[in-house]
């Protein structure tokens, strides 16, 4: 493909291993949480004492990479490699703690049913609590390397980030604004913080992902440090003979064949398309690679061992 190129996978992920934290996003259903696994294997692989930490509320991140369940407490699941479920009560406790200087205090104030409840109403309180839970673990915490926080789906995502921002422009100057300002630091410099937006290869899904990392980069800040294109099919330039067996055993085959040709096709064309019109949208030119569709999906560590390995170029 002339216009379409995508990057080496092996060159994003060197380049994202040089940051603290990486935030992953994506719409519902585009594969994010098995992005950051993947993503977080493969810093791992390079040395990097990562955490994986993410909102959703099933297990799943813990089943793909072999263990049961999803806790609210970092568990090591392979060398350097740390997964947690962010609790947003939990985080209020724990971020409430650091900023207090003491968690004792904090567990006091924020564990007061009356102020628990007042809490509850204070809009955006949970996803700056989050946020800033993320953001100490991979700035000023002394744990990890990087912290890859897989985060709100897109549709939300410029509003949860943006939360610092609103604070230092809204609240008194106190430590919740301090805070707030390192927040914003961190998210504004490229060295330290990125986004890895993934999306299907389809025209209109990675029209709305350079439009978000163009929010991104105008209104929080924060620089994109790849787009993933996920669940991507093998596109192969060749046609099926003429004469195709329509009846009998092999036609279920055949016709399943040709479906697979033409969705590969499509994709092809889609993608094409993408990379063609972003200058005129004045989309600009970002790191971006594809993951092949499984179609097994990415259940198992043997799972994303076969996944990086392909990836890799390698067998696996």
Same mark, same amino acid.
């Given at each position: 493909?002339?216009?379409?190129?995508?990057?080496?996978?092996?060159?994003? &992920?060197?380049?994202?291993?040089?940051?603290?934290?990486? #935030?992953?996003?994506?719409k519902g259903g585009v594969g994010r949480?098995?992005?950051?696994?993947?993503?977080?294997?493969?810093?791992?692989?390079?040395?990097?004492?990562?955490?994986?930490?993410?909102?959703?509320?099933?297990? *799943?991140?813990?089943?793909?990479?072999?263990?049961?369940?999803?806790?609210?407490?970092?568990?090591?699941?392979?060398?350097?490699?740390?997964?947690?479920?962010?609790?947003?009560?939990?985080?209020?406790?724990?971020?409430?703690?650091?900023?207090?200087?003491?968690?004792?205090?904090?567990?006091?104030?924020?564990?007061?049913?009356?102020?628990?409840?007042?809490?509850?109403?204070?809009?955006?309180?949970?996803?700056?609590?989050?946020?800033?839970?993320?953001?100490?673990?991979?700035?000023?915490?002394?744990?990890?390397?990087?912290?890859?926080?897989?985060?709100?789906?897109?549709?939300?995502?410029?509003?949860?980030?943006?939360?610092?921002?609103?604070?230092?422009?809204?609240?008194?100057?106190?430590?919740?604004?301090?805070?707030?300002?390192?927040?914003?630091?961190?998210?504004?410099?490229?060295?330290?913080?990125?986004?890895?937006?993934?999306?299907?290869?389809?025209?209109?899904?990675?029209?709305?992902?350079?439009?978000?990392?163009?929010?991104?980069?105008?209104?929080?800040?924060?620089?994109?440090?790849?787009?993933?294109?996920?669940?991507?099919?093998?596109?192969?330039?060749?046609?099926?003979?003429?004469?195709?067996?329509?009846?009998?055993?092999?036609?279920a085959a055949w016709h399943g064949l040709?479906?697979?040709?033409?969705?590969?096709?499509?994709? /092809?064309?889609?993608?094409?398309?993408?990379?063609?019109?972003?200058? *005129?949208?004045?989309?600009?030119?970002?790191?971006?690679?594809?993951?092949?569709? #499984?179609?097994?999906?990415?259940? /198992?560590?043997?799972? &994303?061992?076969?996944? *990086?390995?392909?990836?890799?170029?390698?067998?696996?």
């Amino acid at each position: 493909m002339a216009g379409y190129a995508p990057t080496a996978p092996k060159a994003v &992920f060197d380049a994202l291993a040089d940051r603290k934290l990486l #935030v992953v996003s994506g719409k519902g259903g585009v594969g994010r949480t098995s992005v950051a696994a993947l993503v977080g294997l493969e810093l791992a692989a390079r040395g990097r004492r990562t955490l994986v930490a993410t909102t959703g509320h099933d297990d *799943r991140l813990a089943w793909m990479l072999g263990e049961s369940k999803l806790h609210d407490e970092a568990k090591e699941v392979a060398p350097r490699l740390w997964i947690q479920r962010l609790v947003p009560k939990t985080c209020i406790r724990e971020y409430g703690g650091i900023m207090m200087r003491s968690q004792r205090l904090a567990n006091m104030v924020f564990g007061n049913r009356v102020i628990e409840r007042m809490l509850g109403a204070v809009p955006g309180l949970d996803d700056y609590a989050v946020l800033g839970k993320s953001w100490h673990e991979a700035a000023r915490g002394e744990d990890y390397d990087t912290v890859i926080f897989d985060g709100p789906a897109s549709g939300h995502l410029v509003l949860n980030l943006g939360v610092p921002r609103t604070i230092v422009e809204t609240a008194p100057r106190g430590i919740l604004v301090d805070e707030a300002i390192s927040v914003v630091e961190t998210l504004r410099n490229p060295a330290h913080a990125a986004a890895v937006l993934v999306g299907l290869p389809e025209l209109w899904p990675l029209t709305e992902l350079d439009e978000l990392a163009q929010a991104l980069r105008e209104d929080v800040g924060l620089a994109t440090g790849a787009v993933v294109v996920n669940k991507a099919w093998p596109r192969v330039d060749a046609e099926l003979p003429s004469a195709r067996f329509e009846t009998g055993s092999d036609a279920a085959a055949w016709h399943g064949l040709g479906r697979a040709l033409g969705r590969g096709r499509a994709e /092809s064309e889609a993608l094409e398309s993408w990379s063609a019109e972003r200058p *005129r949208r004045g989309g600009e030119e970002l790191p971006q690679f594809e993951i092949p569709f #499984v179609a097994q999906g990415l259940e /198992s560590m043997p799972d &994303f061992r076969a996944l *990086r390995a392909t990836l890799a170029g390698g067998a696996a």
